[in-house]
């Protein structure tokens, strides 16, 4: 599904000019994200300790995290996750001085 969040010119014309490659692409990128959360995500329910967890890794100033970005570090080290997917530059020099492998896009 594409969603237009905020009000952009760009993103509506290339809605308006080209919706018929969106109609076809839209389908093929869910069936892939789908394919690839099967075959290599985990579904993780925070408890107490990962709660806890986050709240000291958001309390470390020269880290700049923010609180959804602490507790995503803190599943994955409590999964033991190999690594993790991140666009966040302060997410991302806190996820490797965690010790997790770290990939960006």
């Not at 329910?45 to 806890?52: H, M």
């Not at 599943?75 to 997410?91: K, P, W």
């Not at 490797?96 to 896009?105: A, E, F, P, Y």
Request: proline share 4%; aromatic share 2%.
């Amino acid at each position: 599904m594409l969603v237009l969040v905020v009000d952009e010119p760009t993103s509506k014309g290339l809605l308006r000019s080209t919706p018929c490659a969106i109609g076809l692409l839209v389908p093929q990128a869910t069936a892939r994200v789908r394919e690839f959360a099967q075959k290599h995500c985990t579904i993780a329910v925070p408890g107490r300790q990962e709660f806890r967890r986050a709240a000291d890794l958001a309390s470390n100033d020269a880290w700049k995290l923010r609180a959804g970005d602490a507790l995503h570090l803190a599943i994955a080290g409590s999964l033991n996750a190999q690594g993790i997917l991140c666009l966040d530059e302060a997410m991302i020099e806190s996820a490797k001085s965690l010790g997790l492998r770290v990939v960006t896009v």
